[in-house]
């Protein structure tokens, strides 16, 4: 089956740089690959995802590639922000009717 | 547009004890997925509904069970709780044939 894995556990940045998340999957048929935003005691919230057919997508200051080659896919987040201080989760679908297979997390701290 | 949400927040039962946590799919959202959360961790797919009717599942026993119903707002249950169930239960809903996933803020169940 599917395995996700997510580096790093714990990333530290300061405000106004760019913070870099990594993901690799196992599964050649996964081709839905969404990066959720997860704030203390709530739910995870989509952020921006990828399709198999796309090398990369952005929306503002973040952004999503893959390469399927190699089978990973990255979020870069630019001019980070207090509020991007969160936990990130990275997963990996076959399809609509699939489940979501997660990543570990990324606890992300954006220094003042 | 209202998002998804589920009931109750937080939850504290013994085990052995059953206990039935509820969520409302977003409006117009038709599918549904129940996920267990434990403590630093990502989320684990336990089952979905779709059309009233279990549309894969996870690697949960039985007494994980769940319905939907005709407004599309489902329930998960659990039956014999053990202490190892102590999670956050997140609920998310989609769109017939759509990959994006949407989850509501989670019922924090603590067993004890």
């Known amino acids: 089956g599917e395995n996700v894995e997510q580096h790093p556990s714990t990333l530290s940045v300061q405000e106004g740089d760019s913070a870099v998340i990594k993901c690799t999957y196992s599964d050649s048929a996964s081709n839905y690959f969404p990066w959720y935003k997860q704030e203390l005691g709530k739910g995870p919230q989509l952020i921006i995802d990828?399709?198999?057919n796309v090398g990369e997508k952005k929306d503002q200051r973040i952004a999503v590639t893959l390469n399927k080659t190699a089978k990973h896919f990255s979020l870069h987040i630019t001019e980070t922000q207090p509020e991007d201080s969160a936990v990130y989760f990275c997963a990996a679908s076959r399809g609509s009717n699939y489940q979501l297979i997660w990543g570990a997390g990324t606890k992300l701290i954006i220094k003042p | 547009e209202t998002g998804v949400t589920q009931s109750p927040t937080h939850l504290i039962k013994t085990r052995g004890q059953q206990v039935t946590l509820r969520c409302s799919s977003q409006s117009g959202h038709n599918t549904v997925s129940w996920y267990q959360q434990a403590l630093g961790q990502g989320p684990q797919f336990i089952f979905q509904y779709y059309r009233e009717e279990e549309n894969g599942r996870g690697n949960f026993p039985p007494r994980f069970s769940g319905l939907q119903f005709p407004n599309y707002s489902s329930e998960l249950n659990v039956n014999a709780l053990e202490l190892d169930d102590s999670a956050l239960y997140l609920c998310?809903?989609?769109?017939?044939?759509?990959?994006?996933?949407?989850f509501g803020p989670g019922t924090r169940l603590t067993v004890t």
């Open positions: 998310a809903s989609s769109l017939e044939r759509q990959y994006e996933q949407y």
């Open positions: 990828i399709r198999s």
